[in-house]
């Protein structure tokens, strides 16, 4: 054991010996000299650039350190939600349940997400989910409450699935901070597999990315092309938005538009004129 520890070490020596810069300089890097080293084994010499090397070493790390947060991202569980979800502290604790009922509409409501829930939990129904209205009538809290009895149930079942929910704008935000952060946990092609992944996924709000104000215009084409990445490969998706029809073919291209809308009979409107749940 001694005599191949002290080869080991007279292999390093040698090594080093035979490493050093070189009066010549990297294309890419043009302040930083050449490395010329000789391996003491096969007597092949290799000249490299060590920021490039560090470079690709940064790389091989970051690829590693993303395709461990995916791994543990995809793990199927009752857990993804609470810790994979952005859920506003004022609706946190909403339920279907908690929803109030004050007009036969709001009944409507009610009975439209339990029936698409139940229909979910079952494996009866493929295809997304819509709730649209003006702003202030429930649907995300509505949105949230099929969540939770979604995770809910399977975990009482003891079958493995994943649901997240996901304000449309606040993802677009933490993609975008993401975009000059290596390994970054919301790096663009990392956060859609992942949602594309999840067996339930809300987006809530959608169409608030693109839009200020009561100005409609389209999204930008970076937007609209993450959102047709995610919903190509999904097929159970519940989306709230307070745009109707005409609204959302300003906002997005007819391709993403059939994807947003992919489902039968999976659309409830609140009418134009419901009072805001805020001031009930």
């Not at 004022?90 to 997400?113: C, L, M, P, R, W």
């Not at 995770?151 to 606040?170: A, C, D, H, L, R």
């Not at 390994?183 to 990315?209: N, S």
């Amino acid at each position: 054991m001694a005599e191949e520890v002290r080869s080991i070490k007279d292999l390093r020596a040698a090594y080093y010996a035979n490493t050093h810069a070189i009066d010549k300089r990297c294309q890419k890097h043009p302040t930083v000299l050449m490395i010329r080293t000789k391996n003491p084994c096969t007597g092949n010499v290799l000249e490299f650039c060590p920021e490039c090397g560090q470079e690709l070493i940064n790389r091989d790390i970051a690829k590693a350190g993303a395709e461990a947060e995916a791994q543990i991202r995809n793990f199927k569980s009752y857990a993804v939600f609470e810790r994979e979800s952005i859920v506003s502290p004022k609706i946190a604790k909403e339920t279907i349940g908690s929803y109030e009922i004050h007009t036969e509409q709001d009944a409507e409501a009610v009975n439209f997400v339990k029936r698409f829930a139940t229909d979910y939990f079952k494996g009866r129904y493929e295809g997304n989910v819509i709730l649209q209205g003006p702003p202030g009538v429930g649907k995300s809290h509505l949105a949230l409450g099929m969540a939770k009895s979604l995770n809910e149930g399977f975990q009482k079942i003891g079958e493995k699935k994943s649901v997240v929910y996901m304000p449309v704008s606040e993802l677009f935000m933490r993609m975008k901070e993401a975009f000059n952060l290596k390994g970054a946990k919301w790096e663009e092609r990392a956060t859609i597999k992942f949602l594309q992944d999840v067996d339930f996924l809300v987006l809530d709000d959608l169409g608030k990315e693109s839009n200020v104000g009561n100005s409609i215009r389209e999204g930008s084409s970076w937007a609209q092309s993450v959102l047709y990445r995610l919903l190509e490969g999904r097929t159970k998706t519940i989306i709230t938005t307070n745009y109707a029809g005409e609204q959302l073919k300003q906002l997005y291209e007819p391709s993403l538009l059939d994807r947003i809308l992919a489902g039968k009979d999976n659309v409830f409107r609140f009418k134009t004129d419901t009072e805001s749940r805020r001031r009930i």
